[in-house]
């Protein structure tokens, strides 16, 4: 038996061992920590525990007893609102799929240092991988969190229309940066079977 908590949430598992990630999109069914490869190389699956980054895709729950586990969505209201504001008026989020790891990577340094250099965010997001960006506007938009932080400035009211001459962020760029984007693996259907292809 095992006892941690997952976002303040106290849990006491008893099952047979597996895998963090596993427990977390299918127990929880906390769906914002994607899976993009089930085996340590991509960082979507980036969870905070005891404040420190890890890949949920790795971690027996046999290895969390007494610890605190952070994902996406345990980020609180000010966090939430900061991080999607930044990233997606940076233009961070293409895809999306990427985007709740690299928050959480984000926090993992911000929660310790609200004046980082851009090796500092650099270091922080290795291990992350973006398939579409080129990283350059994910390193912006966590300077940007970090200046929003620090001065602890409002975060704008972005309910405005788009407007023909003017840049406008992806209508769900901030949806998919608190990891409430759908992507297939994310759909849950009552009695769904669902088939696994191995090309190994
Ligand atoms: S899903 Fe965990 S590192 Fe890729
Ligand atoms: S992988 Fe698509 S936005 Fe990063």
Do not use: W
């Not at 980054?53 to 610890?67: D, H, N, V, Y």
């Not at 930044?86 to 990577?105: D, K, L």
């Not at 994310?186 to 191995?198: H, Q, T």
Request: include cysteine; hydrophobic fraction near 35%.
């Amino acid at each position: 038996m095992y006892a941690f908590s997952v976002n303040g949430n106290p849990i006491t598992y008893s099952g047979e061992d597996k895998k963090l990630l596993r427990f977390i999109r299918e127990d929880l069914n906390l769906t914002g920590t994607k899976d993009g490869c089930s085996e340590g190389a991509c960082g979507t699956c980036t969870v905070l525990v005891d404040g420190k980054k890890m890949k949920a895709c790795t971690i027996p729950l046999s290895r969390l007893e007494g610890k605190a586990v952070t994902t996406i969505e345990g980020l609180s209201k000010r966090e939430a609102d900061v991080y999607a504001y930044c990233f997606a008026e940076a233009g961070a989020v293409q895809c999306g799929y990427c985007t709740p790891g690299m928050i959480i990577s984000a926090k993992s340094l911000l929660d310790v240092n609200l004046n980082p250099t851009l090796e500092d965010v650099k270091k922080a997001i290795h291990g992350n991988i973006c398939r579409c960006t080129g990283y350059k506007k994910i390193e912006e938009a966590i300077l940007e969190s970090a200046t929003f932080f620090r001065e602890n400035r409002e975060v704008p009211d972005v309910e405005e229309e788009p407007k023909i001459d003017k840049r406008y962020r992806r209508v769900d760029a901030q949806p998919k940066a608190l990891g409430k984007g759908m992507y297939a693996d994310d759909i849950r259907i009552e009695g769904m079977l669902s088939i696994g292809i191995s090309t190994g």
